[in-house]
Nanobody
Framework: QVQLVESGGGLVQAGASLRLSCAASGRTFSDYSMGWFRQAPGKEREFVARISLSGGGVASTADSVKGRFTISRDNAKNTVYLQMNSLKPEDTAIYYC??????????????WGQGTQVTVSS
């Protein structure tokens, strides 16, 4: 089993930055990836970013946040980060951290955290 705990959400003004953290505990695998999804009120959960835990850490980011959000990892701490810059009101959502095998789609990952709220005011 893998347990994921997110932190770092909050209320900020448009244009500000936040860094989300996701700490993993329990059993993890080198062939796993971790990443972030978000869900805004009344909308479906959408992919934000993912990064592999092996090798150089292959990362991918949704077009909607590319250039503003950066995903990174610290394998020694079993932690993945999401640096969010130039935040917009439309980034307001609950952000969920997930983990699963790298050869599967992120939406199919079996492990998820409880989520952390990010609210961006205009």
């Amino acid at each position: 089993q893998v347990q994921l705990v997110e932190s770092g959400g909050g209320l900020v003004q448009a244009g500000a930055s936040l860094r989300l953290s996701c700490a993993a505990s329990g059993r993890t695998f080198s062939d796993y990836s971790m990443g972030w999804f978000r869900q805004a009120p009344g909308k479906e959960r959408e992919f934000v970013a993912r990064i592999s835990l092996s090798g150089g850490g292959v990362a991918s980011t949704a077009d909607s946040v590319k250039g503003r959000f950066t995903i990174s990892r610290d394998n020694a701490k079993n932690t993945v980060y999401l640096q969010m810059n130039s935040l917009k009101p439309e980034d307001t959502a609950i952000y969920y951290c997930g983990a699963g095998r790298s050869n599967t789609g992120a939406a199919m990952w079996p492990y998820w955290g409880q989520g952390t709220q990010v609210t961006v005011s205009s």
